[in-house]
């Protein structure tokens, strides 16, 4: 199960750190990451995270975003900085997770972020 934490809405210009945790029972987590999806438009990687922590972005957000994650917490963080209400969209985590039966994907709930101009 994941679950995100810290949309909310926030000025143009200003930052909100997101993230969301694993929990569970589980072998590994491997890549990790953020989608979002604006109203009308469909579901968009953000940012990715390898377990051995390569990153990879899209380039809408590639200099005003970091993705990060804590494996001892099993958490995903990403930090938004210079936001522009191009960015207002529900913002869902993901996961690769690993069981004793499967590995498969995972998704958040998703959290609202609204940037307002």
């Known amino acids: 199960q994941l679950q995100a934490f810290g949309g909310g809405l926030v000025q143009a210009g200003g930052s909100l750190r997101l993230s969301c945790a694993a929990s569970g029972s589980f072998f590994t987590i491997g890549t990790m990451g953020w989608y979002r999806q604006a109203p009308g438009k469909q579901r968009e990687m953000v940012a990715i995270i390898r377990s051995g922590g390569t990153t990879y972005y899209a380039d809408s957000v590639s200099g005003r975003s970091t993705i990060s994650r804590d494996n001892t917490k099993n958490t995903v963080y990403l930090q938004m900085n210079s936001l522009k209400p191009e960015d207002t969209a529900v913002y869902f985590c993901?996961?690769?997770?690993?069981?004793?039966?499967?590995?498969?994907?995972?998704w958040g709930q998703g959290t609202l972020v609204t940037v307002s101009s």
């Open positions: 993901n996961a690769v997770i690993s069981t004793t039966l499967t590995t498969r994907d995972y």
